[in-house]
């Protein structure tokens, strides 16, 4: 590790010092902010002689935890400071309760994560290129007050995970397929690049028909099996966008029962 090396919490004063440094995604933008100004969500920089070179972010659910992000200047690549980064997120993680911390690993990083610490679950994938077919049964509705107990009960029994406060943040525009008081299935379109659950596939292809409109690429895990070979009869095709990896027991996925997931988000 560099001397000089230091790691702080990233102050909202300094985003924008920061933000060069993800290549001027507006979307990461935006999660920067996110992950500064919400409690259950930390950000980290490392400043090496004066310079702020390189940050970090993450966020908690109830015992689950994310390391969201890592950016380092290419100047700083192979100095500790992306180490140094990450551990700092998972001891913030662990102090805020956390028994498990996962992390989407890019394509070429499964190794960096490895080493500390973190073991492989499973892929995701994106999928693109292909056609979609219009929205057809009228069970869909705009997602309303009375069917969020129903979605954060399904989220959680599917995902493993209690996502509660982060899933509240994300309910703008949403929609459930609902049958009387049951929500078999919902879709947050604002979700990262969408998130899609469903107790079935009939429910969960019907949801990814409102998402097409609105997005140029669906990832998924793999093991969404039913999912999978729908996309690919659509002319979808498939690139590998991140390795799950997990510190800890990793919560129960059930990757059959996930139509689009939010990627870099778990």
């Not at 140094?84 to 102090?95: D, G, R, Y």
């Not at 995701?124 to 077919?133: D, E, I, P, T, V």
């Not at 954060?152 to 509240?168: A, I, Q």
Request: one cysteine or more.
């Amino acid at each position: 590790m560099h001397p000089s090396i230091t790691i702080s919490p990233l102050l909202p004063t300094e985003v924008d010092t920061a933000y060069p440094l993800c290549a001027d995604e507006p979307a990461l933008h935006g999660q920067l902010l996110w992950h500064v100004y919400t409690p259950d969500a930390h950000a980290v920089k490392a400043v090496v002689d004066g310079e702020l070179c390189a940050f970090a972010y993450a966020h908690a659910h109830a015992t689950t935890g994310w390391v969201r992000e890592v950016f380092v200047h290419p100047g700083h690549f192979g100095t500790g400071v992306g180490t140094a980064l990450v551990q700092a997120l998972v001891q913030w993680l662990v102090a805020r309760g956390t028994t498990a911390q996962g992390v989407v690993a890019a394509p070429g990083t499964e190794h960096f994560f490895a080493r500390l610490g973190f073991v492989p679950e499973l892929e995701l994938l994106g999928y693109s290129g292909g056609r979609f077919k219009q929205a057809q049964y009228d069970e869909v509705v705009s997602l309303e007050p009375q069917h969020l107990l129903g979605v954060l009960h399904l989220d959680r029994k599917v995902c493993g995970e209690d996502r509660s406060t982060w899933l509240r943040e994300h309910l703008y525009l949403g929609n459930v397929w609902a049958e009387g008081t049951q929500v078999r299935g919902f879709l947050l379109p604002l979700a990262g690049r969408g998130l899609i659950v469903a107790d079935a596939p009939l429910v969960g292809l019907e949801l990814q028909r409102w998402l097409w409109p609105v997005q140029h690429e669906l990832v998924l895990p793999v093991g969404a099996v039913q999912a999978h070979a729908h996309l690919l009869d659509l002319g979808h095709t498939t690139r590998p966008v991140g390795l799950r990896m997990w510190r800890g027991p990793a919560p129960l996925l059930h990757p059959e029962r996930v139509f689009a997931w939010p990627q870099g988000w778990g």
